[in-house]
């Protein structure tokens, strides 16, 4: 891997990025953005306005998460993860993943990174969990070096799998089939909050399928998401073994909920909770099914407890917990769903006080070669206009 930027420690960088960048001019208030935070960071106003992941003969970008109070952003290039400090400094990388490596999130309470990855030749799905205090150097071995573990999710193995047509043949990792449970493609976005219904409380994974773009089924129209209490997962973190994947984790999720934006293609792209106003975004790829809105952002408020109800299009009458969409942004009057136009489906982080860093991918071909890189914005949520984000310029 080659990365255009040098190594220095994380706490050098953060320092510098602190101490050049110029205040956030004050906005003003807002009734459909983040209400005022008491306790909002006091280092928000010096946050870079932009921070970038380097270039990398890897796959794109596809999802990013930042600790905030040790000033360390990790980057997922699908098959390589990207530490670096907040002024794109690189710390260390990880290396040699034979899977899809997706979205991520830090957890605050184990000091942790999680991200999704898939491996759908083998039919197995894992939330992998990096040690990242050991990332310090580039070129770090996914399997050797000991810093990631894995967790099998199960639930996800069956919807994936499942034989929808009864024929007795799973028809593999294919849009066009009526197999996969909901249209299931596996897991993409991840993000920890409470669960839903609740403005606080212990902190949950959310796990985000995958969905394939299929305009012939009616029975993919709705996003899927896991809830996992990962405090209860150390008995079954196993190391990752790619050749031969182990089946180690939780039979059931805690909680599985369904959300009705119409088919995307792949599902949440991108999952991420913000704290101060209780919002979940959901970043996805356009879908294009005739008589839905496909927007490329759906929120949810997460205080807005979820209701058993029947899942429409599923076989059978299934009934399921739905969580409703934000009542806000572009509302499609002939499904009553709402959405915003706005591109968070390869990296977006709340960073407190109504701010996200929004990751924008591109390829660079400065080395000689074409490589994936990518540049992360700083963007205020309004949740006015047609996308819901103003870009933070000084």
Known sequence: MKSTFALLPATVALAAALSVA??????????????????????????????????????????????????????????????????GNVIGTVEGFTGHLGDLDFNTQDGRVYGSLEY????????????????????????DSGLVTAVYLEEVVEDFTADMDGNGVFDGNTASTADHRYGSSGIDGVSFGPEFGKKSGKQQLMVAYGVYRNDAR??????????????????????????????????????????HTGNTAFGVQNLAYDEQSNLWYMGVYRGGKPGYPNRTLYVLDGTTAPHEQIIE?????????????????????????????????????????????????????????????????????????ASGFERVVR
């Open 22 to 87: 110029a205040p956030v001019s004050a906005a003003p208030a807002d009734p459909q953005g983040p209400p005022a935070h008491a306790e909002a960071p006091a280092a928000i106003e010096n946050y870079p306005t932009t921070i970038d992941s380097g270039s990398w003969d890897a796959g794109h970008i596809q999802g990013i998460a930042i600790d905030e109070k040790n000033g360390y952003v990790y980057h997922s290039f699908t098959d390589t993860l990207v530490k670096t400090d907040l002024t």
């Open 313 to 385: 299009g599923q076989p059978n009458d299934e009934t399921g917990l739905v969580v409703p969409l934000l009542q806000q942004g572009l509302k499609h009057e002939a499904t009553g769903i709402y959405g915003w136009e706005f591109k968070s489906d390869v990296g977006i982080e709340p960073v407190g006080d109504g701010y996200f860093y929004v990751a924008r991918d591109f390829r660079d071909s400065s080395s000689g070669h074409a490589q994936q890189a990518a540049t992360l914005e700083l963007h205020r949520w309004t949740g006015k206009g």
């Open 120 to 143: 759908k030749a083998e039919e197995a799905f894992y939330i992998a969990i990096f040690d990242v205090d050991k990332i310090n150097a580039v070129g770090m071995d996914a399997e």
């Open 218 to 259: 009616a029975d993919n129209d709705h996003q899927v998401l896991l809830q996992y209490d990962v405090s209860r997962w150390g008995k079954y973190e196993r190391q990752l073994t790619q050749a031969d994947p182990h089946t180690s984790g939780p039979v059931d999720e805690d909680a599985k909920y369904f959300v």
